[in-house]
Nanobody
Framework: QVQLVESGGGLVQSGGSLRLSCTASGIASDITLMGWYRQAPGKEREFVARINWNGNTYYADFVKGRFTISRGNTKNTVYLQMSSLKPEDTAVYYC??????????WGRGTQVAVSS
């Protein structure tokens, strides 16, 4: 059974930092793409960042220069370092992974709250 577990969320003041982690288990094939999405209250889920098997990264415009996505050494872990956080970054952050081209596996999310 595939399981993605996120951690690292919490409450932080505006301008602060958090580091999210996500570890996968039960994926039989090599993971080719890892990413983060978020969903704020009353809004649709939106893309945040992704990293592929060779380390190429891509970010949503609203996080460029503030967030950094990276992979762990074990190849089934992905991180999201978030800095200069703003109240509008408040959301549930979801980890996503796949062994193909489109995200197939999703975590349950971790709450990030940024106070002004």
């Amino acid at each position: 059974q595939v399981q993605l577990v996120e951690s690292g969320g919490g409450l932080v003041q505006s301008g602060g930092s958090l580091r999210l982690s996500c570890t996968a288990s039960g994926i039989a094939s090599d993971i080719t793409l890892m990413g983060w999405y978020r969903q704020a209250p009353g809004k649709e889920r939106e893309f945040v960042a992704r990293i592929n098997w060779n380390g190429n990264t891509y970010y949503a415009d609203f996080v460029k220069g503030r967030f950094t996505i990276s992979r762990g050494n074990t190849k089934n872990t992905v991180y999201l370092q978030m800095s200069s956080l703003k109240p509008e970054d408040t959301a549930v952050y979801y980890c996503a992974m796949t062994s193909g081209a489109a995200f197939k596996y999703w975590g349950r999310g971790t709450q990030v709250a940024v106070s002004s």
